[in-house]
């Protein structure tokens, strides 16, 4: 038998290109991706998105894996033996298992409660049905990402023959690398979302676990590594923690920007940096959260020293560079206001705008703003709408307080 190397992602996209005719850029890459090297999978795929002619056809590849290793299933299957794929998953997850290392052995029975019997008669097993590599009945591995990649989700989130809180609370953070490398081609190749949904209470678990420790190193792990899946709570940790950093005010003409590449950024930003991988919707969410403040034009900080209270105020300088922030400022958050399910936010975003009071006070930046104001209403609000309606005037009744002209036909039209 002669084992044939896997296929480069450039060979997998050349051979779809010319068998299929398929050369958007971005089905080659999906299609890649699927493959991981299985010019048989790459053609699966293929077929697949040329008859269904969308994108999204490949975006959960669930039925593809299933008939791909369809005679795998079935010898799972027939088996009926609940400990077998559990062993199955556990392989795919260490990828290689020596039975000479005691210490990790150990741990994986008592933390799944398997005899290292039991777990080396899984392997074999295994070993038999060629969905492992077993060397001098000593070390245990698998070669074929795919193919690892289809037994952990199998175990893991179909079947539940492993659990992934227990890999959690006994291998993270030892192995979290491990944990990586074992989930992200899980995310990428089923259904991400139902994953997410499923990991999202062991998350949690493990968070509140290591508060009560107060083990803040690994918790923060914690966060670096499943983000995606409790966003929310890493935004409010974020946020107290920066509320917590000490305040310490320079001139803007003494701070110095350069580039450090080799430079590691600061914790905060870099688990803020995460989200840019997230879902379109979370991101812009977080976009507007961040532009609302920024569109005020009065600021103010205390601190305590000593026993004194110092209160730090200040107004933003008017400047040709300032207007022109705003102005791509504006035009981000009413870009975003034409996506349905961020309409509402950006309505609050301007109504909250509309009710800052003293902090949105100045009425030379006012005037330069409202002309982009008024365009969004005319262009994307209906005076049927009472809410529409209601946010219109609150935000004219705001220019004519700082005494910036607004609009009389707007304000006529927007009556209901």
């Not at 990586?180 to 968070?207: M, Q, S, Y």
């Not at 403040?293 to 004194?308: R, V």
């Not at 009710?355 to 409202?370: C, T």
Request: with cysteine; net charge negative; charged share 25%.
């Amino acid at each position: 038998m002669v084992k044939l190397p896997a296929l480069k992602d450039e060979q997998i996209k050349e051979l779809v290109c010319e068998e299929y005719e398929i050369k958007n850029s971005l089905y080659l890459e999906r299609i890649s991706d699927i493959a991981k090297g299985s010019p048989r999978l790459a053609v699966m795929a293929a077929r697949l998105a040329v008859h269904e002619n969308t994108l999204a056809s490949i975006a959960d590849v669930s039925n593809l894996y299933e008939q791909y290793f369809g005679s795998i299933t079935d010898d799972l299957r027939d088996l009926r033996d609940a400990k077998l794929l559990q062993v199955a998953g556990i392989i795919s997850f260490f990828q290689t298992v020596d039975r000479s290392n005691s210490e990790l052995v150990g741990a994986i029975c008592d933390a799944f409660d398997l005899t290292p019997d039991e777990l080396w008669q899984g392997a074999r097993r295994l070993h038999e049905l060629e969905m492992v590599d077993m060397y001098e009945n000593e070390i245990v591995k698998i070669s074929d990402q795919v193919l690892s990649t289809y037994l952990f989700y199998l175990s893991a989130f179909r079947e539940k023959a492993v659990d992934f809180g227990i890999i959690l609370e006994h291998f993270f953070p030892r192995f979290r690398q491990r944990v990586v490398d074992a989930l992200n081609p899980v995310l990428d190749a089923f259904d991400a979302r139902k994953i997410t949904d499923d990991i999202r209470p062991t998350v949690d678990r493990v968070w509140r676990l290591l508060q009560q420790r107060g083990d803040q190193d690994v918790l923060r792990q914690l966060m670096e590594v499943f983000w995606f899946a409790q966003q929310t709570k890493v935004l409010v940790y974020v946020k107290e923690e920066i509320h917590r950093l000490p305040i310490d005010p320079q001139p803007v003409e003494s701070t110095q920007f350069s580039a450090s590449p080799d430079k590691e950024a600061p914790w905060l930003v870099g688990i803020l940096s995460l989200f840019r991988y997230g879902e379109e919707v979370s991101f812009s969410r977080l976009f507007l959260a961040v532009a609302e403040p920024l569109l005020h034009t009065h600021f103010q900080t205390n601190e305590m020293k000593g026993e004194s209270l110092v209160l730090t105020r200040f107004d933003v300088p008017v400047s040709p560079a300032l207007f022109e922030f705003r102005r791509t400022l504006w035009q981000r958050v009413f870009s975003l206001g034409s996506l349905p399910s961020l309409r509402d936010s950006v309505l609050n975003l301007i109504k909250n705008h509309s009710h800052a009071g003293y902090e949105v006070a100045n009425a030379e930046i006012l005037a330069k703003d409202a002309p982009s104001v008024l365009s969004f209403f005319r262009s994307n609000l209906d005076p049927s709408d009472h809410r529409h309606c209601v946010i219109v005037h609150d935000y004219l009744e705001l220019l004519t307080f700082r005494g910036v002209a607004g609009d009389e036909a707007l304000a006529s039209l927007f009556i209901g």
